[in-house]
């Protein structure tokens, strides 16, 4: 299934949702779900295609030495929120590699599936590269004195659609 670029859409519904201030959550080598991430969504009959989009704030862990971060976020679906299975090509490799400004940054990761039918449940997963030296701090862009010093609520927002001809 593909879209194409600059044909009309017909959306179905919309589901937006922001997470209440999560405080600054860990990524490391092992595999945790995404504060935030988590909604649930049921399609029109009409469409065709869903889209999955999170939006978050991401910065290295070892910010004040390194500033190295790499993980992999990955959707997952489930159909009674108990147990969940990966979506097919539905992952992200987030590298952060440089200077200060590319430490930090806000990331939306968007999945396009095709739809299905009934109530399902969506989550993302990630886990970092390697060692503590890759790992992220997700949802606080700034620290002061051990404390964060500013939030950003992570939104997701899931919709489905059916391209026009």
């Known amino acids: 299934m593909s879209y194409t670029p ?3 859409v017909q ?9 209440a201030g999560p405080s600054g959550q860990t990524v490391s080598t092992s595999d945790v779900t995404v504060d935030g991430s988590e909604t649930s969504y049921t399609p029109a009959a009409t469409d065709d295609t869903i889209c999955y989009q999170f939006t978050f704030f991401a910065r290295t862990y070892n910010f004040a030495t390194t500033m190295l971060g790499r993980a992999q976020f990955t ?8 147990t969940y299975n990966d979506v097919s090509g539905a992952s992200s490799n987030q590298i952060f590699m440089g200077s200060q400004p ?3 940054r806000l990331i939306t990761l968007r999945f396009m ?5 009934g109530l399902k449940y969506f989550r993302i997963r990630g886990h970092a590269y390697d060692s503590i030296t890759y790992a992220l701090i997700l949802h606080t862009p700034d620290y002061w004195n051990s404390t964060p010093t500013m939030i950003y609520n992570p939104t997701s927002t899931i919709y489905g659609f059916k391209e026009a001809v």
């Open 6 to 8: 600059g044909t009309i």
């Open 11 to 19: 959306n179905s519904s919309m589901k937006i949702v922001t997470s």
């Open 75 to 82: 959707l997952q679906e489930s159909t009674d929120d108990i």
């Open 102 to 104: 590319l430490a930090k």
């Open 113 to 117: 599936m095709a739809a299905y039918s």
